[in-house]
């Protein structure tokens, strides 16, 4: 299928579900959830939806939650986006902030422990 097609269709997809999530969720929890990226395969058969949360410590119920509602919502987001077959939704915690923030840390590590210098180092410029 044109790749086009499909980022288009993810982007409407990411639109409707984090509609209906804010809109219609009845519980609570899934309206804190931010839908951040949809991934379809190429036949439309699975949609995986990266999701994440403002409150990190309820992430893996609100996966259990999405994905149980997964079912109806697949036929909902099929209905309003008028697609011939409706994907099978597989929702995923999105950690890609997570792991920005340890490549990040590990980073400075490096980048510290480059800029101390060396005791000879130290020394030799007292001596200068």
């Known amino acids: 299928m044109d790749k086009l097609r499909i980022e288009r269709v993810n982007k409407e997809m990411l639109r409707e579900i ?18 951040t990226e949809v991934r379809c395969t190429n036949d439309l058969s699975i949609a995986k939806v990266y999701f994440t949360s403002i409150d990190k410590s309820d992430l893996k119920e609100i996966g259990d939650s999405l994905n149980s509602l997964a079912g109806a919502l697949s036929g909902i987001v ?17 950690d890609t902030e997570d792991r920005a923030q340890r490549i990040e840390e ?19 410029d007292d001596e200068g």
């Open 18 to 35: 984090s509609e209906f999530l804010v809109n219609n969720a009845k519980d609570p929890m899934l309206k804190k959830v931010v839908i």
């Open 78 to 94: 099929c209905r309003q986006m008028r697609l011939r077959f409706a994907p099978k939704l597989v929702f995923v915690v999105d």
């Open 106 to 124: 590990l980073l400075d590590k490096i980048a510290h422990k480059h800029s101390k210098p060396k005791r000879d180092e130290k020394l030799s």
